[in-house]
């Protein structure tokens, strides 16, 4: 069988949701993330592309907002962190869907960025 990679798929890994809901003044961009299932039902998601998409594997990345317009740059690293850790944990969990991830970084703070990377 041959593969497809889809690049820059966007994810809501739970508990980056969550900080959005606690964090975002933007009711807006939580409710439409909150609305969008196959960005933070990983599991619905895996069960979709094996159904539908078995021949496709998707490179995640974070959906909107990232962690810089989330929080300043005393609270953007520990979203970064949150957000990669839930990437990485989708990709262990299901290496076959998701062969790897686009890191995200906290873009207004370079010394965490750096870091992070």
Known sequence: MNHRIDLFNHVM??????M???????????KRMSNLRMLW????RVAMLR??????????????????LLGGPAFSPELARIAN??????????????PAFVAS???????AALEEM
């Open 105 to 111: 970084l906290p873009m207004n703070n370079v010394p």
């Open 85 to 98: 850790d839930g990437m990485a944990e989708m990709c262990r969990r299901w290496p076959r869907e998701f």
């Open 13 to 18: 890994p739970l508990r980056y949701l969550e």
């Open 51 to 68: 159904e539908k998409f078995p021949e496709v594997r998707q490179v995640l990345t974070l959906g909107l907002p990232p962690p810089e």
């Open 41 to 44: 039902d990983i599991e619905a």
């Open 20 to 30: 959005l809901k606690q964090h975002s003044k933007d009711a807006g961009i939580v």
